[in-house]
């Protein structure tokens, strides 16, 4: 049996993730309306559009919103009291001598300047507001050349097999599908424009 991590192919490579995301994506579809149904009660707009994988800024225009949105107005003062906490990690030592001490001082003052230099308590309340509509709440950490990152993944971007984690804490693996428009994924690899442009041109928009 062959793996996609094992394949040297690009285009071999490429068909067989395709494969398996769409396999992904319909084990998914419970979850992914469950949580536009959750979406739905919080902001009182139809997210109809979403369910079959287009984009949130075509949405159904008929009035369904309640006069009061206690499921609203409750998820609000729970962020607004809760999510405005900044919590850093701090490096404690155990019988520790001046210098490993002094050690320790340093490395917290760097992990508030990094939590500072990526902005994550400016996320953080975000993923605290997911945490509180959606079945999970994702916080992606990465790096782009030097610099660190932190953003806000929207729950239904992230798959897994569903049968590979049922008899453990973590899934094996996480997939993250992330509609990214199509300039800038030329931007990225202007080598594989013209391929880009063709996969394009069989979609409604310009999201890919």
């Known amino acids: 049996m062959k793996f996609w991590w094992n394949e040297t192919d690009e285009t071999e490579l490429g068909n067989m993730l395709t494969e398996l995301i769409v396999q992904l994506r319909d084990d998914h579809v419970s979850r992914h309306t469950m949580n536009l149904d959750m979406l739905r009660m919080y ?3 139809d997210y109809e559009d979403m369910r079959r994988g287009g984009s949130a800024n075509r949405m159904n225009l008929e009035d369904y919103r309640m006069r009061l949105n206690v499921v609203g107005n409750i998820t609000d003062t729970l962020v607004s009291r809760i999510g405005k906490s900044k919590p850093k990690p701090m490096y404690l030592t155990r ?3 001046y210098r490993l001490r002094q050690n320790a001082k340093r490395l917290t003052d760097v992990m508030e300047g990094i939590f500072y230099q990526t902005n994550i308590y400016d996320v953080m309340p975000k993923i ?3 945490s509180c509509i959606f079945d999970l709440a994702c916080m992606k950490i990465g790096r782009e050349g030097s610099e660190l990152f932190v953003e806000r993944v929207f729950p239904n971007e992230i798959l897994w097999d569903l049968n ?3 008899y453990a804490d973590q899934p094996p693996s996480l997939h993250q599908v992330k509609s990214i428009p199509l300039e800038t994924l030329i931007m990225q690899f202007p080598e594989r ?7 394009a041109a069989t979609k409604d928009d310009d999201m890919m």
Do not use: V
């Open 43 to 45: 902001t009182q707009r």
């Open 95 to 97: 019988r520790g001598d």
């Open 128 to 130: 605290f507001q997911d």
């Open 164 to 166: 590979a984690a049922m």
């Open 193 to 199: 424009e013209e391929e880009l442009r063709y996969a």
